[in-house]
């Protein structure tokens, strides 16, 4: 398995601001990945964060709105730019070990709250 | 576009009862498919992965089966206990770079 501390856990943001999210793991990874989970919703992927190049963005998904990091195989931050009340999610980090037909492993996510 | 549906939505049962929850996919031509649980307000926990040439995955009290022609899968959870009380979402492996497909859970408790 894989231990993956992501931070904050959660956050009341004024709209129009914008929020950092990390994700740390305790081991390198190959696959890293960030979910936005709506009230009521399943998990929808947002972007692949690839190391060393720009992230690999989902239909709908902007870097814009969510510039992805990776600077190295253990680390990556989402951040939420120009939030409005629909933004107000649980973003969760994943990982998986290898790009083959591996276990995913999530974060415990960060509750964001836009006012 | 790989769509995933999970029946039911909600169910209570009394504690010792065997639970059984189902998932389906439009699209047959999966990698896997990975059953999770997630607590109220918390992040994922892996409870099975399984391969799409498996037929079932076994931990514990947890057994899930994969009929990938058909697209489904059921967990079963044996001896429900309430600490069993959660939202149990099944995900689909979409293609070879490890971009999961997931449905809405199936949101479960367990009474005393």
């Known amino acids: 398995s894989a231990v993956i501390s992501q931070k904050p856990s959660r956050d009341i943001c004024q709209r129009g601001t914008s929020l950092t999210i990390q994700c740390q793991v305790d081991?390198?990874?190959?696959?890293m990945f960030w979910y936005r989970q709506q009230p009521g919703q399943s998990l929808t992927l947002i972007a692949t964060?690839?190391?060393?190049?720009?992230?690999?963005?989902e239909s709908g998904f902007v870097i814009d709105k969510f510039p992805i990091s990776r600077p190295n195989l253990t680390f990556s931050t989402l951040t939420v730019s120009n939030m409005s009340p629909e933004d107000s999610s649980i973003y969760l980090c994943?990982?998986?070990?290898?790009?083959?037909?591996?276990?995913?492993?999530f974060g415990q996510g960060t509750r964001l709250t836009v006012v | 576009k790989q769509e995933v549906t999970q029946i039911p939505a909600a169910l209570s049962v009394p504690e010792g009862e065997n639970l059984v929850l189902n998932c389906s996919f439009t699209?047959?031509?999966?990698?896997?498919l990975q059953w999770f649980r997630q607590d109220p307000g918390k992040g994922l926990t892996s409870l099975l992965l399984?391969?799409?040439?498996?037929r079932e995955q076994t931990s514990g009290r947890l057994n899930a089966s994969l009929d990938k022609s058909s697209g489904r899968s059921t967990l079963y959870i044996a001896a429900s206990q309430p600490g069993d009380s959660a939202t149990y979402l099944c995900?689909?492996?979409?293609?070879?770079?490890?971009?999961?497909?997931f449905g809405k859970g199936n949101q479960v408790v367990v009474i005393p």
């Open positions: 399984i391969q799409s040439s498996q």
């Open positions: 995900a689909v492996r979409r293609d070879g770079n490890n971009r999961l497909a």
């Open positions: 699209d047959s031509a999966i990698y896997n």
């Open positions: 994943s990982v998986a070990r290898t790009s083959r037909n591996t276990e995913a492993f």
């Open positions: 081991s390198q990874v190959t696959m």
């Open positions: 964060a690839n190391q060393g190049s720009e992230a690999t963005y």
